[in-house]
């Protein structure tokens, strides 16, 4: 049988939200360290959330182009078990963030044709995270959370073992035709689960923990047939 596909909630700024993804199921729970983000949360939300629920659910912290140091440092201070990627860190660099830190590291890339998907595989992380390059003019230049989807078909370019986190533009009305087409490891959502950015909406985010379980329940009758 296949595993059940996981589900992160990313972007989350305060304990209420990050509360309810626990509650609801979430394998892990991603809190934005890019003050350039309208999800970047802060050191102090951050330690709150770390204090109540770092035992209970996977804390990945999500960083662009940060200093090695300021990785390890939130590492130790939040008990952070995931780091994402998300920038243009090389491959040595991010085996570096696993060798100082412990955490298991997550290399994120946008994707908008085959290419993109063949280049992420020199990185032997622990996981890869494929999101949406950004299309619309009003989202150029951000790295994530821009609510656009990618041609999921691409992902028939890729070999790589490492295991997948599919993101971009996911929500309850997409993410079941997402797993079934590109069989995640894990799916992630952002923008797909807020009422506003860095706010989640309670009835969006059941919706989506609610679909995945749908998804999840075809597969295991697909396979089972």
Known sequence: MEHRVRVKICGVTNLDDAQLAVELGAWAVGLIFHR???RSCSQEQAATIAAALRRRVQLCGVYVNAALEEIERDCDQLGLALVQLHGDEGPSFCNEVGRRTGAR?????QVS???DVRAIERFHTDFHLLDARPRRAEHAGLRGGTGETFDWSLLSARHSKVPLILSGGLDA???GDAIATTHPYAVDSASGTESAPGH???ERMRALFEA???ADAAREIGSAA
Do not use: C, H, L
């Open 36 to 38: 350039a983000s309208p």
């Open 105 to 109: 590291v997550i290399k994120a890339a």
């Open 113 to 115: 044709d085959a290419g």
């Open 173 to 175: 009305g997409n993410v």
């Open 200 to 202: 989640k909406d309670p």
């Open 212 to 214: 995945v379980a749908a």
